[in-house]
T-cell receptor
Framework: ETGVTQTPRHLVMGMTNKKSLKCEQH?????MYWYKQSAKKPLELMFV???????ENNSVPSRFSPECPNSSHLFLHLHTLQPEDSALYLC???????????????FGEGSRLTVL | AQSVTQLDSQVPVFEEAPVELRCNYS??????LFWYVQYPNQGLQLLLK??????LVKGINGFEAEFNKSQTSFHLRKPSVHISDTAEYFC?????????????FGTGTLLAVQP
């Protein structure tokens, strides 16, 4: 495996379910990110982890709960979501630490979430 | 506050024709500028970036972009497109903001290349 991998690629869940999205980066990077991509809207930064420590929580509702157990793995735990949470959730990593404005982000292919 | 504007949500073009995707930004400070591409059912990947130096930046797949400070623009160009260039293109601007890399994305432009 190379790059950034996300599982599952597709997820359908009811509003009362609990599920998790997983992201794994094989690049030896120091920072990991969760973005939300909705149609016709700019990518929304949700969470940032630097060296396994959360450094940003971008006013995300508590029904989204991130977890970064080590520098290679990032999870997004989902609980009692709303239909408007349906979107593509993208994980990314960067070699540069957050705060460096010149760093390149490497994205996974995303997890397409549908909330019924 | 910074923002990025991609005025064209979709740009149809015939194969082998030139194309320009427009991007304008607003910022009161120096910025770094990026173009990312998202092919169908894939994540985003970096196409090119402007950090400093020459205002004409060359990227992958024959794309280039020109940084114009006076017009606050960073338009993406390719002299001859291929069917395989069909994808969504995102302009992004970066600023130094506290502990995180604040990469602000535009809404994207879908480049639809027709045979």
């Amino acid at each position: 495996e190379t790059g950034v991998t996300q599982t599952p690629r597709h997820l359908v869940m009811g509003m009362t379910n609990k599920k998790s999205l997983k992201c794994e980066q094989h690049l030896g990077h120091n920072a990991m990110y969760w973005y939300k991509q909705s149609a016709k809207k700019p990518l929304e930064l949700m969470f940032v982890y630097s060296l396994e420590e959360r450094v940003e929580n971008n006013s995300v509702p508590s029904r989204f709960s991130p977890e970064c157990p080590n520098s290679s793995h990032l999870f997004l735990h989902l609980h009692t979501l709303q239909p408007e949470d349906s979107a593509l959730y993208l994980c990314a990593s960067s070699q540069d630490l957050p705060g460096s404005p010149t760093g390149e982000l490497f994205f996974g292919e995303g997890s397409r979430l549908t909330v019924l | 506050a910074q923002s990025v504007t991609q005025l064209d949500s979709q740009v149809p073009v015939f194969e082998e024709a030139p194309v320009e995707l427009r991007c304008n930004y607003s910022s009161s400070v120096s910025v770094y500028l990026f173009w990312y591409v998202q092919y169908p059912n894939q994540g985003l990947q970096l196409l090119l970036k402007y950090l400093s130096g020459s205002t004409l930046v060359k990227g992958i797949n024959g794309f280039e972009a020109e940084f114009n400070k006076s017009q606050t623009s960073f338009h993406l160009r390719k002299p001859s497109v291929h069917i395989s260039d069909t994808a969504e293109y995102f302009c992004a601007v970066s600023r130094y903001g506290g502990a995180t890399n604040k990469l602000i994305f535009g809404t994207g432009t879908l480049l639809a290349v027709q045979p």
